[in-house]
């Protein structure tokens, strides 16, 4: 296979030569009905019938309890880790291959991100790695997990869903109860993708979705909070609506709210992507399985979900051989109008997060010197 046979596959399959972009939104269903009968209705900004609408219909997709929608994921992450209970100077570990988003949330707080390698396979959170470190470095004292290095109090593990491929989190969450640490998970990635039959996002005490753009389903910008705990829920509704107490007429804040609800108009868009969610997830992943098998007998490995995972496959992913191959393919495709990005830099490389403590990365370097995005969206 050369280079060349990909450009021409990925053309054939979008059935274009123009520019392939790795990810589109597509609009194909009631986005415009309801968009109009919210602005007919007046009702475009933080109150109307779609956001309880959008909550009550993903909640029933991921099979939550509850679910509270929000402007955006990462005010998803701040919230849920809040909830958490993380506060200033407290400690959460994450995996450094992710996107920034999940590491800035944890910064909001004043809390310290640890990073601990992901697994070849899923590249998510390891679970063996995620216990060598908890192992070595950290002792449970009065319910409390504390790293022995540091002092400070390990509160959360934040595992994320890396392009949907979801990680061993049955495992992680084992590891956390032992640990006494609580789980959120970053499921922005991942809605749509099942472990063991389990939607992710389900398996912690809180889970964080993404609706941006550039995600499975869009609402131009927004996010949701996933969770079983009615009081958690609550809580989540509560603060970010700016924690005002309910009255009539009174406008009381018991606390330092946060505005981070998401407008009505986003959630019309939202409610009308959902419905459409399972042709989108049946379409990416024919693409992935076409993928998969362009790339048998090649050089290049295609990343195909995991045993025990169903994958929405949102970004597809594939290993080159080494960093000069990747950047030859990257300058290849990219120079053919075929849109191709390498993963992340890893986050404890990065200014404000190269001073936090990291465990062994080897994974983690060697992934990222070779994974690359090739275009995953909708063929329409
Ligand atoms: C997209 C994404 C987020 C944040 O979502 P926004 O809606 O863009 O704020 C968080 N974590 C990961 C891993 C993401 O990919």
Not at 34 to 42: A, K, M, P, Q, W
Not at 59 to 66: C, D, P, Q, R
Not at 205 to 218: P, Q, V
Request: proline share 3%.
């Amino acid at each position: 296979m050369s280079y060349k046979d990909l450009v021409e596959f990925i053309q054939e399959k979008y059935q274009t030569k123009e520019f392939i972009a790795l990810h589109e939104p597509v609009f194909s269903g009631n986005e415009k009905k309801y968009l109009n009968d919210c602005i007919d209705s007046t009702f475009v900004s933080s109150i109307g019938k779609y956001v309880d609408q959008f909550e009550k219909n993903i909640a029933e997709y991921v099979g939550a309890k509850y679910a509270v929608a929000t402007v955006n994921g990462t005010s998803a992450l701040h919230v849920s880790l809040l909830l958490a209970d993380v506060k200033m100077d407290d400690e959460v570990i994450t995996q450094p291959l992710t996107f920034i988003a999940t590491c800035n949330a944890i910064s909001y707080i004043g809390a310290k991100p640890i990073f601990v390698d992901v697994d070849l396979d899923t590249l998510g959170l390891s679970p063996q790695a995620l216990r060598k470190f908890l192992e070595t470095y950290c002792q449970v004292i009065d319910d409390k997990c504390i790293n022995k290095t540091t002092g400070k109090i390990i509160k959360a593990c934040v595992p994320m869903h890396t392009f949907g491929h979801p990680c061993k989190i049955d495992q992680i969450a084992d590891i956390c109860n032992e640990w006494k640490i609580v789980l959120v998970e970053d499921a922005a990635e991942s809605l749509g993708s099942y472990y063991k039959d389990k939607h992710t996002g389900t398996f912690g005490t809180l889970g964080a979705i993404s609706f941006n753009g550039n995600k499975i389903i869009t609402s131009g910008g927004g996010g949701c909070i996933i969770t079983d705990d009615e009081e958690l829920a609550y809580k989540a509704k509560y603060i970010t609506t700016t924690a005002k107490v309910p009255h009539k007429w009174e406008y009381v804040h018991d606390m330092i709210g946060y505005n981070y609800r998401m407008p009505n108009l986003n959630a019309a868009l939202l409610v009308a992507q959902l419905e459409k969610i399972d042709t989108y997830l049946e379409n990416k992943r024919e693409l992935a399985s076409m993928y998969d098998n362009f790339f048998q007998n090649s050089d290049i490995q295609f990343i195909s979900e995991s045993e025990n995972a169903k994958s929405n496959y949102w970004l597809n992913a594939i290993i080159l051989k080494d960093e000069k191959n990747r950047n030859e393919f990257l300058e290849f495709t990219n120079n053919k109008g075929i849109m191709t990005r390498p993963i992340w830099r890893l986050v404890n490389k990065l200014d404000m997060f190269k001073k936090c403590q990291y465990a062994d990365l080897s994974n983690s370097e060697w992934l990222e010197e070779r994974v690359v995005n090739i275009p995953s969206g909708v063929r329409t």
